[in-house]
């Protein structure tokens, strides 16, 4: 007995011991670059940090998370400190911050995703660093290259199998969702060459439930998120199984792929083999190839849905912005289908998905994991220009949501929905770089940043020919639906009016 006891204490002061020589290290280290303490969140206890832990669940209650956050930007400032379930975190919207979170000291921290997603996408690119994940962007760049994204052809098609399902009698309809299926459908014929019509699946069927499955991920990721440290220990039941149906179904894919691999069936260009065929020639690791693929469609399809299904509830109430986009594409295309180029000449569409982006944008939280000590330049001491320590393990977060809503540096109007913004921004050479981060930057910015702007483009400019009016069907204002991305919570129902041919 005593013998257990001893041993636990002598545990204990070593814990303690090897706690304070880190404890020093850490000061010596903040004196020697300058730092003074961050701004910390007024919390009552910051051990656990239950109180916080509390105050998000009701906030996530009322999908009020990132108004929450953004209100505390602008009550505390641009950078804070604070504890949630014994996790530590800072949090910034100052755009030095930012830049040397995502660039300058990117070596400094890590995607802090792999235990986030955990069973879903394990080691893709999305939650690797270092060597793997160079090698994963390596594998995938030539696939997302211009010359490869620039065929629209077989979006065209996606279109007409979106447009089969939409009511042209003014019956309400959930944009949202279709959207979903027709971005699933592109990027699965985008990245893997496979023609899968999930927009036109039977409810029930097993591509419906494959749908299903990727569209509920979100709310477990969401749950992990919230878990802390506590996630070690934590397993789901419900999540796995519906992980399971997305392995099962990539598998299959991945498996037909790697039997025909000897048949050339691909062709010989490197952009026309697709990346399955051409992640096949890397490794035969079948896990590790239905991971990639799995983040890539995680990172192609949530995204351009949601901000498409975002604009458009927009857009229902904004009969102001839909006239001048359906003047827009008319006097450009003249009835003509948009191709890559022509689509360049349509900016007004790009200054609503911009504007769409800047206020609502899919991935609204961007976030890392210290690998080691390190410092972010601003946000320390009493006028918060002082760098601050980032002692590892810290998360570092920034909210591009309450960023890109800044009033310093949108204006007092930064919360309305003003495509015009953009253009005169532009006209003043005042374009925000480090404050508009809807793909994020650096080394790790979205891969297939290129891409998305033209499908998302080729979608509205589509509608803008085939419909005259979008009307919204819910007079209720627009609320948060976060998970992996940013949706809005009560969908994007509308009625449609199409036009007079
Ligand atoms: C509206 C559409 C999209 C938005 C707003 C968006 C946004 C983002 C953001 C913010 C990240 C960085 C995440 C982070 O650093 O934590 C990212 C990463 C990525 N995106 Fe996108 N994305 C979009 C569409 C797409 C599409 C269509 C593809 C490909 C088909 C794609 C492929 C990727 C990949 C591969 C990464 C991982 C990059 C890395 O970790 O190195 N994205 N995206």
Redesign the pocket.
């Known amino acids: 007995m005593y013998f257990y006891l001893a041993l636990l204490v002598s545990a204990a002061v070593c814990w303690a011991g090897f706690r304070l020589v880190e404890l020093l290290k850490l000061r010596g280290f903040a004196r020697a670059h300058g730092c003074e303490p961050a701004r910390r969140m007024p919390q009552s206890e910051r051990i656990v940090g239950l109180g916080l832990f509390l105050d998000d669940v009701a906030a996530a209650r009322e999908h009020r998370t990132l108004q929450t956050a953004q209100r505390r930007f602008r009550e505390l400032g641009n950078t804070f400190s604070g504890v949630c379930m014994g996790q530590h975190f800072l949090t910034t919207v100052d755009s030095d911050n930012v830049r040397a979170l995502l660039s300058t000291r990117m070596e400094d921290f890590n ?1 802090g995703k792999k235990s986030l997603f955990g069973p879903f996408i394990g080691d893709s ?2 939650t690797s660093d270092g060597a793997v ?1 160079r090698h994963s ?1 390596a594998l ?1 760049r030539p696939h ?1 290259a211009r010359d490869r994204v620039a065929d629209l052809g077989k979006l065209e098609g996606h279109m007409q199998n979106f447009f089969s399902r939409l009511p042209l009698d003014g019956t309400t309809v959930d944009l949202h969702h279709l959207f979903a299926q027709l971005t699933f459908d592109n ?1 699965m014929g ?2 893997l060459n496979e023609n899968v019509c999930s927009l036109l699946s039977r409810p029930g069927s097993r591509l419906a439930q494959v749908v299903e499955a990727f569209e509920s991920v979100g709310g477990f990721v969401n749950k992990r998120a919230a878990l802390g440290p506590l996630l070690r220990i934590y397993r789901d039941t419900e999540f796995e199984a519906k992980c399971k149906v997305l392995h099962d179904f990539v598998d299959e894919i991945v498996r037909k792929a790697y039997n025909n691999r000897g048949s050339r069936q691909f062709g010989s260009e490197e952009k026309d083999r697709g990346f399955l065929a051409s992640i096949l020639d890397d490794t035969v690791d079948l896990v590790k190839i239905r991971f990639e693929i799995l ?2 469609l995680l ?2 399809r949530d ?2 849905a949601d ?1 498409m299904g975002n604009l458009f509830f927009v857009l229902a109430r904004r009969p102001d912005v839909w006239e001048k986009l359906k003047k827009e594409v008319d006097d450009v295309l003249q009835g003509r289908k948009p191709t890559y180029d022509s689509l360049r000449e349509l900016t007004y569409h790009r200054y609503a998905i911009e504007e769409a ?1 800047r206020l609502y ?3 609204p939280v ?2 890392r994991a210290a690998n080691r000590n390190t410092v972010l330049p601003r946000g320390g001491g009493a006028d918060g220009r002082s760098p601050v320590v980032v002692p590892r393990g810290t998360i570092v977060s920034c909210s591009t949501f309450a960023l890109h809503r800044r009033h310093d540096v949108y204006g007092i109007d930064a919360d309305e929905f003003r495509p015009e913004r953009w253009e005169a921004m532009e006209k003043l050479r005042t374009r925000p770089r480090w404050e508009f981060l ?3 930057a650096g080394p ?6 290129t ?2 702007m033209a ?2 483009a080729y979608i509205v400019a589509r509608m803008a020919q085939e419909f005259d009016a979008i009307q919204s069907r819910t007079g209720a204002p627009w609320l948060e639906k976060w998970s992996i991305t940013l949706s809005s919570a009560a969908g994007t129902r509308v009625g449609l009016v199409p036009r007079q041919k």
Not at 444 to 449: A, L, T
């Open positions: 995607s690119m999305l994940w962007r995938v997302l990027t985008l990245l983040g890539l990172a192609g995204t351009a901000l982006l944008p899919p991935a961007l976030f809807p793909f994020s790790r910015v979205c891969m297939g940043q891409y998305a499908e998302m």
